[in-house]
């Protein structure tokens, strides 16, 4: 079945700086690939996914960069505010319609340290 | 209702008890799902239904679990037997096929199930 991993686990940037938290996976037909974001105690909520046509994928401070080759994914939060502080999930699924099963990476805290 | 709902959001239960976890799904949507997230780990698929039919069940650990959807709407979650390394949160979640968005899944806030 699909592995997902994600690095790093933990990470501390300033408000304003940059953040990116990488994704590998296995399956190389897994081919849609979304970002959760998880605020403590809340539900997990989609804040971008991109599919495996395209490379890359931006929504306005967001962005999620796609390497089928090397079957990895990243996401870059630009100009970092406190709101952003939250536990990220990347995740990968064989999919053409949807999700059916996607498998979760095991989560990055993001604090943004004001 | 607006969003998904699960009841209860907490439950704490003895080793060896039955529980059932419940479900409701956005109104129209056709695909539901029963993830498990354990403390400091992502969600781990569990079932999932399209429509009343369970099409994918092959996350559920053992035969302890259990999932339903006869209407097509509500579902419930049965664990039988529990034990301690049952506890976590049980997440539920549904999604709308053919949306202009497709592929995203809509959570519950989850139901925290304790095994004492």
Do not use: M
């Amino acid at each position: 079945g699909e592995n997902v991993e994600q690095h790093p686990s933990t990470l501390s940037v300033q408000e304003g700086d940059s953040a990116v938290i990488k994704c590998t996976y296995s399956d190389s037909a897994s081919n849609y690939f979304p970002w959760y974001k998880q605020e403590l105690g809340k539900r997990p909520q989609l804040i971008i996914d991109i599919r495996s046509n395209v490379g890359e994928k931006k929504d306005q401070r967001i962005a999620v960069t796609l390497n089928k080759t090397a079957k990895h994914f990243s996401l870059h939060i630009t100009e970092t505010q406190p709101e952003d502080s939250a536990v990220y999930f990347c995740a990968a699924d064989i999919s053409n319609f949807g999700n059916e099963k996607l498998t979760f990476g095991t989560g990055t805290r993001l604090t943004i340290i004001p | 209702g607006a969003g998904v709902s699960q009841t209860p959001s907490n439950k704490v239960t003895e080793k060896g008890k039955y529980v059932e976890l419940r479900c409701d799904p956005i109104s129209g949507h056709t695909a539901l799902y029963w993830y498990r997230q354990s403390l400091g780990q992502g969600p781990e698929f569990l079932i999932y239904f399209q429509g009343t039919g369970a099409a994918d069940d092959s996350g559920l650990p053992n035969d302890r679990f259990f999932a339903v959807r006869p209407e097509g709407s509500v579902s419930t979650l049965k664990i039988q037997r529990t034990e301690r390394g049952d506890s976590a949160v049980y997440l539920c979640a549904s999604s709308l096929w053919g949306s202009t968005r497709p592929g995203e899944l809509f959570f519950g806030e989850g139901s925290r199930l304790t095994v004492l």
